[in-house]
């Protein structure tokens, strides 16, 4: 069973960046592919991004479109959520998962990164 471990995030400003990463470890990536995640105080969990790993299709919320980026380093193992002009709503906690066809998460939630933007 994979094991994703979320890493990258922090305090930022409203206007910073911040890249998040999610290392696998005990296999590869083998499902459809891989997506991020948000939860925020209150809200229900949503996907941000999913990055496709047969043929490389992006998916992005309508809310991060423009200004997140997601990306895969094969060779590392690991999946990127460059995040740019963070806003105060990007304030949650980010999860990485492997995601089947229809871009819904797979396996358990790991511990997740905390994102906080202030104003």
């Known amino acids: 069973q994979v094991q994703l471990v979320e890493s990258g995030g922090g305090l930022a400003q409203a206007g910073d960046s911040l890249r998040l990463s999610c290392a696998a470890s005990?296999?590869?990536?083998?499902?459809?592919?891989v997506g991020w995640f948000r939860q925020a105080p209150g809200k229900e969990r949503e996907s941000v991004a999913v990055?496709?790993?047969?043929?490389?299709?992006?998916y992005y919320a309508d809310s991060v479109k423009g200004r997140f980026t997601i990306s895969r380093d094969n060779a590392k193992n690991t999946v990127y959520l460059q995040m740019n002009s963070l806003k105060p709503e990007d304030t949650a906690v980010y999860y990485c998962?492997?995601?089947?066809?229809?871009?819904?998460?797979?396996?358990?939630w790991g511990q997740g990164t905390q994102v906080t933007v202030s104003s």
């Open positions: 005990g296999r590869t990536f083998s499902t459809y592919g």
């Open positions: 998962a492997e995601t089947n066809e229809r871009l819904g998460a797979l396996g358990a």
């Open positions: 990055i496709s790993r047969i043929n490389g299709y992006t």
